[in-house]
């Protein structure tokens, strides 16, 4: 395998996205500096090594001839599912879940990895199988891309990871519509949405003396369903299920307009926020900075998510096309469940803020999936 750049390739590098992806970058390591700053060993030290091995990791997947990826699609989805079988049985088991290898001061999260997996097989699915003249995708031409799907949304799901399943599905669903449905299959899942409204209507909402009949409640695991409860109702345990979200609201509000500055801000340096540096680096960002500079962050994600989406757009084949819409919505979806979660419009699922939390596989799969739409950006002209 040739790893190369030639010059005909520079013009067409998305300088917009780099320097977008750079700049939400280099905000996370100062962000995470004050959010840190209680630890004994402030984690930005280590966030910045990560940051420099997974800008070359995602360099090394820049200079990947483009036709290499399509045709490696399938051994790299089959790898990353053989990783989440190993996680059964030589796992390393966290905060009840068994998400983790670890070997000796690095730890690998191989569900990371098997979100940019999914993508690439569905790209590779959708290229493959695609003949001109061929309408929308019915139920039967949807067997395949939903199989990819399944199997790892159900090996992540029983770690159990929910929030990475959620995400797993959300952005493989995205990628499935814009490969364009029957309307049925579009009513259906409308179908599906109300439904799964009902639902939670009847088993935490409805008025009715305990104990309720349940449709799925009783089938949740305790946590799981107090985190739904919480959400519905915030003030329902403030001290339990419901304190994570509480304590992030309190935070993201006292930042006000123009936020408390830096190592300023008081639910962070008292550690009052849970995963100050992980799930809800947000909070912290809001508390000392204030919202004229959530505004901008939101921007530059904005921008990244614009130069990706034209990435794609722009792309030489479908391969390359749903390739770029899968990672953008990948990148979307985290960042939307994120910061609704700490701000309290969402349920709190265990997500990290791409590029802003700290964390080595939740970089390196992030910069991995930059390093692709850089790919197929250089090379749309070429073949």
């Not at 992980?278 to 919202?291: C, K, L, N, P, R």
């Not at 979660?341 to 596989?361: E, R």
Request: proline share 4%.
């Amino acid at each position: 395998m040739q790893l190369r750049i030639e010059r005909r390739m520079v013009p067409h590098i998305p300088w917009g996205l780099l320097l977008s992806v750079l700049a939400v970058s280099g905000l996370g390591i100062y962000n995470l500096a004050s959010a840190s700053r209680a630890q004994a060993t402030p984690v930005w030290t280590s966030q910045a090594l990560y940051l420099g091995v997974s800008l070359a990791i995602g360099m090394v997947v820049c200079l990947v001839d483009y036709r290499v990826l399509h045709r490696m699609a399938l051994p790299i989805y089959i790898a990353n599912i053989l990783a989440l079988i190993a996680l059964r049985f030589i796992g390393h088991k966290a905060k009840g879940a068994e998400s983790w290898f670890v070997l000796g001061p690095i730890r690998i999260q191989p569900a990371e990895f098997m979100k940019i997996g999914v993508l690439l097989m569905l790209a590779k699915v959708y290229h493959d199988d695609f003949k001109p003249g061929d309408g929308s995708y019915g139920l039967k031409r949807l067997v395949k891309p939903v199989l990819v799907v399944m199997v790892p949304f159900t090996l992540v799901l029983v770690q159990p990871d929910l929030g990475t399943a959620l995400m797993i599905f959300l952005s493989s669903l995205t990628v499935i519509l814009f490969g364009k449905v029957r309307w049925y299959l579009v009513a259906v899942m409308v179908a599906g949405i109300l439904a799964g409204a009902i639902v939670i209507w009847n088993d935490y909402v409805r008025d009715v003396p305990e104990p309720r009949t349940t449709i799925v409640r009783h089938m949740l695991k305790p946590h799981q369903s107090k985190r739904i409860s919480g959400w519905l109702d915030p003030e329902s345990d403030l001290r339990g299920s419901g304190y994570h979200a509480a304590q992030s609201k309190i935070a993201v509000g006292s930042g006000g307009l123009s936020g408390k500055g830096w190592k300023e801000g008081t639910q962070t340096g008292l550690s009052f926020l849970p995963e100050q540096h992980t799930d809800f680096i947000f909070s912290v960002w809001a508390e000392e900075q204030g919202y004229v500079l959530c505004v901008l962050l939101l921007v530059l994600y904005g921008l990244i998510f614009t130069f990706g989406l034209g990435v794609g757009f722009n792309a030489r084949d479908r391969f390359g096309a749903f390739t770029a819409v899968g990672v953008v919505s990948m990148l979307f979806w985290q960042v939307f469940e994120n910061i609704g979660m700490v701000i309290g419009l969402l349920p709190v699922t265990g997500i990290t803020l791409p590029l802003l939390s700290y964390g080595g596989s939740s970089l390196v799969s992030v910069m991995l999936s930059i390093g692709l739409l850089v790919n197929i950006s250089m090379r749309r002209h070429m073949f």
